[in-house]
């Protein structure tokens, strides 16, 4: 029997860097009212019936205690005037009202919000997805294009000084102005600077993840992954849906089987082993969680539990899930939980779908969950781990978001992109969607590539479907060109893994690795226009494909705006100048992925599947056309890595390692620097294959020359580095003509009018000129379309 918890636990305790009470040089106040400046462009203001204010932590806003910027006061009546360079806030010093509180910023942004006003912000993200079909309204976010946005915070609940919660005292109102007009960055590094940084997730997270409702057993969990392997096909996380514990099992007078903490004996009778096993195979594992029924008396735990939480066990009495009882909750997680990870469970998907309400008023449970999970996944040192739903603006520090159990069609894929992309301006960087799309809905293969390709190219990949045999997500189940395309986009996401995590420690200094195009030109009213189109971190432009193709050119589209440069797809080679939109048609094998110029994005070679270590091969793909740099961030795994300034810190202290890589298009030289700081974390010597999006010059020897790209070997020792001199610069662009024959080739289309578009495609004619002249030929739209993105192209002689 297990011991019940004795003495205090690191479960309930102030979350870490928690500061919530501000300079006093920061605060400005009256009777009632208390304004406190946090930042150059983020404004507190308070209203308190009482005279008395908040300085606990709340769920949104963590750590107040910062820098003081500079400001002016001026006293007017019983209000006050408070300037700073980015905005001015007049407030008259009595309830909130549009007349009384009223803040203007300054600069070529200018603007002014009134309290009350209809909310104009861009968006942040929602809840959940479940039984969403299609789009859906979205909270607010901290970023609007007017440049001022009001998070009222006065309904959240509070932390005490102890790390337990509480509630707020009436009459009070607490609400936080962003004032930074369009310097989108810079109003979200305030957002951060409150609210705290997302969490740092481990490298294996960002992998893919296996997961299905369905009863599986160890033996058939294993031989599923046996045909992985067969196939090819990665993973780096096991996912058990609710069957890994009783569920038929449960005696009828205890209820049904949603809520459970004990494993099903009769299809996993060794769990130890069986998850032993998974991380033999280099594989992580989490647990669903439903935890709302409570503990029952059929739970192998209940006996403990009884003792923890002084209930009669002979009584068989049902102990009732209450997080707001610290009894409870540390029997919670020292009694039912520990256990389970002492024998592999790596952490938990707490899947809460059971209400908002608690025995302490506005305090949410599915907050009590995620806060309280993550504190104590990070007990032994690191950020820790969950996997859970989104409660509200500070839910990014909780790890990993689940979206809910999306609808099978078209419609909830075209929304995915935008959702994903949008939650950034709420700070949520981890949102992890059910790909391929979790109920209802009909067979569609092509939608289900689509979703696949998208969720490589989303924060975390994560196959999922509901307990039902006719939805499946394993490759081999779909027709050739699917299985290929599937397979292909799987096997890519593990080679992403380097270029991931190092985008996974930008994100928890507060850069999301998906992003509105709006974030990267704020400015240009185009960036607004394109909302499935996003950056993928600092190298990529992602367009993904969500409605069917053309039956004519038998390819999807997307529409995009590429900002000012060139921009060369990784798979096609096909390079773009910028400053426009474009139509984009792939075929089903990929979807648009754009690496800028001077772009470097690093890969783990094809046969380095395993997300668990860094690689000791990379393939890095250059985009030539400029100079460019990037730094490779890697680290070690588990708890010897712990929060620290530079972010997680190695054994021995010196911070992740960083290896520089660097383009330099005059010199023709690409430069990989010595590993700095933990140099411990990486393999001693490294081999390295860089690819070129271009053609060679003459004269230069290469391992590899394929399409539009070509590669060159080097090989390293991590801490001395190398310099690889090319014979000179690589040209840009590839000749459409190949791609076009290709795309006239398959087209439904009419076999006369195809031989004449081919006859104006294959002339030395000026580009425009063909182009017009395509118009003429009475080819179908969508394939004069698609010709005319390949013309459109950048070609080598004129690169």
Request: hydrophobic content about 40%; overall charge negative; glycine content about 10%.
């Amino acid at each position: 029997m297990t011991t019940p918890p004795t003495g205090p636990l690191p479960t309930i305790r102030p979350f870490p860097g928690s500061d919530p009470v501000a300079s006093p040089d920061a605060v400005v106040q009256g009777d009632h009212w208390r304004v406190t400046v946090l930042q150059d462009g983020l404004f507190r203001v308070e209203w308190s019936d009482d005279g008395a204010f908040e300085d606990r932590a709340s769920t949104f806003a963590i750590r107040r205690r910062l820098d003081v910027p500079e400001y002016t006061v001026t006293r007017r009546g019983d209000g006050v005037e408070v300037t700073t360079d980015r905005a001015t806030l007049r407030y008259d010093g009595r309830p909130f009202s549009a007349t009384g509180f009223v803040v203007e910023t300054s600069g070529p942004d200018a603007n002014r919000w009134r309290y009350g006003q209809e909310p104009r912000d861009l968006g942040g993200t929602g809840r959940t997805l479940d039984d969403v079909d299609g789009r859906m309204a979205l909270e607010s976010g901290v970023l609007a294009r007017d440049g001022i946005v009001a998070l009222d915070d006065s309904g959240s609940f509070l932390f005490e000084d102890d790390g337990w919660v509480g509630s707020r005292a009436p009459g009070r109102r607490d609400v936080s102005v962003f004032a930074y007009g369009r310097d989108y960055d810079a109003a979200l590094q305030a957002f951060h600077a409150v609210s705290g940084p997302p969490t740092l997730l481990p490298r294996w997270a960002l992998g893919n993840w296996w997961s299905r409702y369905h009863p599986y057993s160890d033996e058939s969990y294993l031989a599923l992954l046996d045909r992985f392997a067969e196939e090819r096909l990665p993973f780096s996380v096991a996912v058990i849906d609710m069957d890994w514990h009783r569920v038929d099992s449960v005696p009828p007078r205890f209820g049904d089987g949603w809520t459970g903490y004990s494993w099903e004996p009769s299809l996993f009778p060794d769990p130890a082993a069986f998850l032993g096993e998974l991380h033999r195979r280099g594989m992580r594992t989490t647990l669903n969680l439903h935890p709302a029924d409570g503990v029952r008396a059929f739970e192998d735990a209940y006996p403990a539990m009884a003792a923890a939480t002084g209930v009669d066990p002979e009584s068989e009495q049902t102990i009732g899930f209450d997080p707001t009882d610290p009894a409870f909750l540390r029997a919670y997680f020292d009694v039912l939980h520990r256990p389970l990870e002492e024998q592999g469970v790596d952490f938990w998907w707490i899947d809460w779908q059971q209400g908002r309400t608690t025995s302490i008023p506005g305090v949410d449970p599915l907050w009590l969950l995620n806060h309280f999970h993550l504190l104590d996944s990070a007990r032994d040192g690191g950020t820790g781990m969950t996997f859970s739903r989104y409660a509200g603006p500070g839910s990014h520090r909780y790890a990993v978001g689940f979206s809910g159990d999306a609808v099978v069609s078209w419609a909830s894929l075209a929304f995915q992109p935008e959702f994903t992309a949008t939650a950034a301006n709420i700070g949520y960087p981890w949102w992890s969607h059910d790909i391929g799309g979790h109920t209802r809905g009909v067979r569609d293969d092509e939608l289900a590539t689509r979703w696949v390709q998208f969720g490589v190219f989303s924060p975390v990949m994560r196959l999922h479907s509901a307990n039902n045999p006719f939805i499946r997500k394993e490759p081999w189940m779909f027709p050739a060109e699917s299985r290929a395309a599937m397979g292909a986009a799987l096997r890519f996401r593990h080679r992403l893994v380097p270029y991931l995590h190092t985008m996974n420690h930008l994100a928890a200094a507060g850069t999301a690795l998906v992003r509105p195009m709006y974030h990267l030109e704020p400015h240009r009213d185009e960036a607004y226009r394109v909302p499935n189109e996003y950056a993928f971190g600092t190298e990529l432009l992602v367009a993904p494909i969500v409605e069917p193709r053309d039956q004519v050119t038998l390819r999807g589209r997307a529409r995009a705006w590429l900002p000012p440069g060139t921009w060369t797809d990784v798979f096609t080679g096909t390079t773009y100048a910028g400053d426009r939109f474009v139509e984009l048609h792939r075929t089903i094998e990929t979807v648009p992925v754009l690496l800028r110029a001077g772009g470097i994005l690093p890969l783990a070679a094809p046969e380095e599947v395993d997300a668990t270590v860094n690689p000791a091969a990379l393939e890095v793909l250059v985009a030539p056309g400029t100079s460019g740099s990037f730094t490779l961030v890697e680290d070690r795994e588990g708890p010897a890595a712990v929060e620290g300034s530079d972010g997680p810190l190695g054994a021995d202290g010196a911070g992740p390692c960083r290896t520089t890589l660097t383009w330099d298009r005059d010199a023709a030289t690409f430069r990989i620097d010595p590993a700095t700081g933990d140099t411990g974390a990486v393999p001693a010597r490294r081999r390295w294959r860089i690819t070129f999006l271009g053609t060679p010059a003459a004269g230069q020897e290469t391992a590899v020359v394929d399409a539009g790209r070509f590669s060159v070997d080097v090989e390293a020792a991590s801490d001395e580095g190398a310099v690889l001199t090319l014979a000179g610069v690589p040209t840009v662009g590839v000749d459409a003509r190949d791609a076009a024959r290709d795309l006239l080739e398959r087209a439904q289309a009419g076999n006369p009018e195809k031989l004449a578009a081919w006859e104006v495609l294959d002339r030395n004619a000026p580009r425009a000129d063909r182009i017009v002249e395509l118009e003429s030929v009475g080819l179908p739209g969508s394939l004069r379309s698609a010709l005319v993105e390949l013309l459109g192209s950048v070609h080598p002689d004129e690169a």
